[in-house]
């Protein structure tokens, strides 16, 4: 079997979940990972979930899921002994992954970085390695406050709302992977080696679920974003609704209106539609909620999804992650294996990729120390370092042409960071088609709209739509930098062969449109293989391009829930219908989706052929959630939310703070909705806390006691929080070893002070958009100056690309078709 990362060797330093899920994922895919463990195990392996709740080392199912395919070593790192096993590994390995914090005594990054002269050294921390708030004490809940999108999510009346489980944990490692793994392509060219500092704060800063597109919201318009509840849009449903057996989410874009209708078969509902406005219609929105009532009512919840999905309206199951390892469509594609562990057998999830020699199940999580004698035993003389090479190092990527047809935002994000990378993006967009939720709500949005239709579609410099929205919103230009444009109608014979004629010389292709697409274009696999047989193409269907949901529609927040991700968040005291939209999925499926263009590009380094890769991004997301489908498979827990609390880690949430002052709209206003999260981890900061807030009568809670009596202690910790700002309250506690921090705003994200340390935000813009700053690299590195790239104008380099290489005949051709535009097209070939 000739996995694309065989002959890698890493040493994985790093506990909990990013570094090692970073592991698991080099691991996966054919790397050697030699995990190395403190004498007490890694933290992971206290995480749990645990059968009947008992705590055991063996057994946890955060840690079995983030530790396939690993050896585990102990070795306590603060030892000399310890120390010298740790750098004799190095010696032998290609990259080592850890987690320490600067300075503490288990801090060997300069040691491991001086073992080898081409070794590439990973650290990951919450923070970063450098700026002032480096070594502080942090967990998911935190960072997702500092850097994510939490401050506008939630409703409007209650306190904000986490991500369900700990999925920034997990995109954190989605990152460490993709930077590993392009550090390690410029080490093995070059002969130096890299290191890379990986904040788990950037990672949220620099997510494209929301922080990307709000952040220029903020740059562009002056003002924050706002909380988002489960509300409706007007006349065009869009929420969760009640069915005979749970809830299914509902989306109805305008231009779905008639698939709606299709599957409700409501004639008087039809009639109304067909007004010229319906948005006018004052009776609508009350007549529509009550046909989806009636609709959802009368089915259950896989019914209704299958019902109107055969209509191509787009609404899904809300499923709980016990419902996955069961439904027919993750069935019929093998994606869940049985893992033969010590302690069991365990259900796992499988495959977030599917390739040639891919994804092997090679052996489960260790036994902790299980190998230790092994490794041992195998140490002989370390490889001699790569010679240097005689110019500097380059970009991985540099040289690399890669063809992007992608849509929304998981496609886009995933070839921004590969452009960031040194790869030509050839961004490709069709005049005629103008695409929704990718580059606006549409063409040319009235002026007068624009500030009511929020933050995604509304984003545009001074709140103007101006002669171009399509160049100007922030749901496009916050993935936008790095890539060149063109415009061609793959459904036009000139296009097609232009576009064919662009695959010969490419070396990638990247795609995420519905998965039927490339059959009603005549262009398959077996076409763009013919014209070049080294090229890679990357299709990034929702939820496979195979199986019984492979027709399915939806943007990333109706597969989260069907997938099992929304269930896990929302407040406990209401049911789904106030969960607001969460887009988790695309940004898992930007880095995860880079690392496997890595990968491809790799292996076709051995074997000088291409391949079809298909990356199910519903499966790569699904990976977020793996410790509560390995303990629904062994339990039969059916996993609810337990909002902005952690099954790991008591007391936990968002409390109340004093009002703030924001910059808002240039004016500083005193905010009311100013919170502060607060996690604890141990007993020793437990009592820390409970003195900090005055309360002695509460040191000496244990875990246990702290769970059963949480609602007390939450009310103690939000009468002391209620008293100061947030920013003194995250202040005080990291002062006694505390994990806190403020829930941000846009406003707050661009004041942060170890993001503004660490050179995070950088200018960037276009001739349509001006200068403003942007959310930038997600890690640094000692590596080559990463691209930084304006955002293109569509159509800027139709001369370029299109007459400079296929000549003036062909362009004049494109010309005369109506392939070549720098606006969006009408139906009668008129500008919109």
């Not at 905010?671 to 607060?678: A, E, G, K, M």
């Amino acid at each position: 079997m000739d996995q694309p990362l065989a002959g890698i060797r890493v040493v994985e330093l790093a506990g909990g979940i990013p570094g090692p899920f970073a592991g698991k994922m080099l691991a996966d895919f054919g790397a050697e990972v030699i995990k190395v463990e403190p004498p007490a195990g890694d933290p992971a392996r206290r995480i749990g979930p645990f059968p009947d709740d008992v705590e055991d080392l063996e057994a946890s199912a955060t840690f079995l899921h983030c530790n396939l395919n690993k050896r585990s070593v102990v070795a306590d790192v603060t030892t000399t002994e310890g120390r010298a096993l740790v750098l004799e590994l190095a010696r032998t390995a290609d990259v080592v992954i850890e987690a320490s914090v600067p300075g503490a005594p288990d801090d060997l990054v300069d040691a491991l970085r001086a073992v080898r002269r081409d070794l590439v050294v990973c650290s990951v921390t919450p923070f970063g390695r450098t700026g002032p708030y480096a070594g502080l004490p942090a967990d998911e809940i935190t960072m997702y406050a500092m850097g994510g999108t939490m401050s506008s999510t939630g409703l409007s009346d209650r306190e904000p709302g986490k991500l369900g489980g700990n999925l920034g944990l997990y995109q954190c490692g989605n990152v460490v992977a993709l930077a590993v793994l392009a550090a390690l392509t410029t080490a093995e060219r070059s002969g130096e080696g890299v290191h890379i500092d990986v904040a788990n704060l950037e990672t949220q800063a620099g997510s494209i679920d929301r922080r990307m597109t709000y952040l220029l919201y903020r740059a562009y318009t002056g003002r924050d974003a706002p909380r988002e509840g489960g509300a409706r849009m007007g006349p065009y449903p869009n929420g969760f609704y009640p069915t005979e057996d749970g809830y299914a989410l509902i989306a109805c874009l305008p231009n779905w209106v008639p698939r709606m209708l299709s599957a409700l078969g409501d004639d008087t509902l039809a009639e109304r539609y067909a007004a010229p406005n319906p948005m006018a219609d004052e009776e609508l929105p009350e007549l529509a909620a009550a046909a989806m009532y009636g609709y959802t009512l009368a089915r259950t919840r896989q019914d209704a999804m299958v019902e109107a999905q055969s209509h191509g309206w787009a609404v899904t199951a809300l499923n709980y992650p016990i419902d996955l390892l069961t439904d027919p469509h993750f069935a019929e594609r093998g994606f869940f294996v049985d893992v033969d562990h010590p302690t069991g057998t365990i259900r796992q999830p499988g495959p977030p990729v599917r390739m040639a020699d891919g994804w092997a199940l090679r052996r489960p999580a260790p036994l902790l120390g299980q190998h230790t004698e092994e490794v041992r035993a195998e140490l002989g003389p370390p490889e001699p370092s790569r010679p240097a090479a005689p110019a500097p190092a380059r970009l991985p990527l540099e040289g690399v042409r890669i063809l992007d047809m992608t849509v929304v935002w998981a496609g886009p994000y995933a070839t921004m960071l590969l452009g960031e990378l040194g790869a030509e993006i050839v961004r490709i967009d069709n005049p005629w088609v103008f695409p929704t939720a990718t580059r606006g709500l549409a063409p040319r949005p009235p002026k007068e709209i624009a500030e009511a239709i929020g933050p995604i579609f509304g984003g545009f410099p001074d709140t103007d739509p101006g002669e171009r929205p399509w160049n100007r919103v922030a749901l496009f230009t916050a993935h936008g930098r790095n890539k060149r444009s063109i415009t061609l109608d793959l459904r036009k014979d000139e296009g097609r062969e232009a576009f064919l004629r662009l695959v010969e010389t490419a070396d990638v292709l990247v795609e995420n449109n519905a998965v039927g697409l490339w059959d009603k274009l005549g262009i398959d696999w077996d076409t763009i293989h013919a014209r070049n047989p080294r090229a890679i193409m990357v299709r990034m269907p929702s939820v496979g391009t195979w199986g019984p949901y492979r027709d399915f529609i939806g943007f990333g927040v109706h597969f989260e829930t069907l997938c099992g991700l929304t269930s896990q968040r929302g407040y406990v005291d209401m049911d789904p219908t106030s969960n607001a939209a969460v887009y988790h999925m695309d940004a898992a499926s930007g880095p995860a989706a880079a690392f496997t263009v890595l990968m491809a590009l790799r292996r076709r380094e051995r074997t000088g052929t291409g391949e079809l890769i298909e990356f199910a991004q519903a499966e790569n997301m699904m990976q977020h959630l793996g410790e509560l489908f390995v303990d629904a498979g062994r339990t039969g827990r059916r996993h609810e939310t337990i909002g902005n609390r952690a099954r790991h880690r008591a007391p936990q949430g968002a409390y109340p703070s004093t009002p703030g002052v924001q910059a808002k709209g240039g004016v500083g206003d005193l905010t009311p909705d100013r919170w502060v999260t607060i996690s604890v981890g141990s007993d020793t900061e437990w009592d820390a806390l409970a003195r900090l807030i005055g309360r002695d009568d509460l040191v000496g809670l244990d875990l246990a006691a702290r769970f059963d009596r949480h609602d007390e202690l939450d009310a103690a910790i939000a009468a002391w929080t209620a008293t100061r700002s947030n920013q003194e309250t995250f202040e005080a506690c990291v002062a006694v070893g505390v994990a806190a921090a403020p829930v941000a705003t846009e406003t707050d994200c661009y004041a942060n002070p170890q993001l503004r340390a660490r050179g995070f935000f950088r200018p960037n813009g276009s001739a349509d958009l001006g200068t403003h700053e942007y959310a930038g690299y997600t890690w640094q590195w000692t590596g080559p100056e990463r691209r930084w790239g304006p955002i293109p104008v569509m159509g800027q380099d139709n001369e370029a690309v299109l007459r400079g290489e296929l000549g003036d005949a062909t362009y004049e051709a494109l010309v005369a078709s109506g392939n070549i535009s720098g606006s969006y097209l009408k139906p009668d070939g008129t500008p919109w």
